[in-house]
């Protein structure tokens, strides 16, 4: 498992992420040394170009400052684990490229993935605010860069700068109504052929480009789209070769072509 340790332990996490194949891009004032991955280099949280596009990030010149002075920076490849459901709150990441799935298992091992969570989301919100435990597993899909905030230096950053703790107000309610909707799609749909065709939309309309021919990069498994849906593995890639054989979509490795979108939102209800 990859976790981030506290600022003294800088050296130990150095060696322990090279021998794990990992690669750490900075420390504390969070600028970028590299583009592992083939991530985006971005020199630090002032100099980012997605500042005006992310809630969190969008903050006056101080508070970026200081910001920049509190982060500690790294890449990860997917597999990667960021915190488990149970462990003791350590602080937030900011999660600044690639995807993070969020997910809950029980305890004879079934996994239900909550949500995916975005470039420009705080993962850990509740948990570092609570000085409880983490609810949810965060494991990384694809290659994503972070940036990490112990948990005193962010309930101090938020004590200090007010808008700040406004903006983590405002994705704190956002991902409530995510998940809310979620919950609905997945819960009040009556068949997983249903229940896929909502996913697939949903996943186009968050990150798919083009206007007759949508297409979008889907780096989720058959398994992790079965765990989000709340179906079986072998169900999904029954559904997935029906809607090929009706063309409603293509797939081209890690490419998904939807062919026919009036088609998958009548499967959709």
């Given at each position: 498992m990859q976790t981030h340790p506290g600022k003294g332990e800088e050296v130990v996490e150095v060696a322990n992420n090279r021998a794990m194949g990992f690669r750490v891009v900075s420390r504390g004032n969070g600028s970028m040394q590299g583009a592992p991955y083939g991530l985006e280099i971005i020199e630090n949280c002032i100099s980012c170009p997605h500042l005006q596009e992310r809630v969190f990030c969008n903050l006056p010149p101080p508070a970026l400052e200081q910001l920049s002075a509190i982060t500690s920076g790294s890449s990860y490849p997917r597999g990667a684990t960021l915190f488990v459901e149970g462990q003791a709150a350590r602080g937030v990441f900011i999660l600044c490229d690639g995807r993070i799935k969020l997910s809950t298992s029980s305890r004879d091992g079934k996994t239900l993935i909550v949500r995916i969570a975005d470039p420009g989301e705080i993962l850990g919100l509740p948990a570092t605010l609570t000085g409880k435990f983490y609810q949810l597993t965060a494991e990384v899909i694809e290659p994503t860069r972070t940036n990490f905030i112990?948990?005193?230096?962010?309930?101090n950053f938020l004590c200090e700068y007010g808008n700040a703790a406004l903006r983590v107000a405002q994705q704190m309610g956002e991902t409530y109504h995510a998940t809310i909707a979620e919950l609905r799609?997945?819960?009040?749909?009556?068949?997983?052929?249903?229940?896929l065709a909502r996913f697939l939309l949903d996943w186009c309309t968050r990150n798919g480009k083009g206007e007759g021919k949508i297409r979008t990069k889907l780096t989720l498994t058959h398994e992790e789209i079965a765990q989000t849906i709340g179906a079986s593995r072998e169900t999904v890639t029954r559904l997935f070769s029906s809607f090929k054989r009706k063309e409603l979509l293509q797939v081209k490795g890690t490419m998904l072509i939807i062919r026919n979108k009036a088609g998958l939102?009548?499967?959709a209800g």
């Open positions: 112990s948990r005193k230096d962010f309930l799609s997945v819960g009040l749909a009556r068949s997983a052929q249903e229940k939102e009548e499967l």
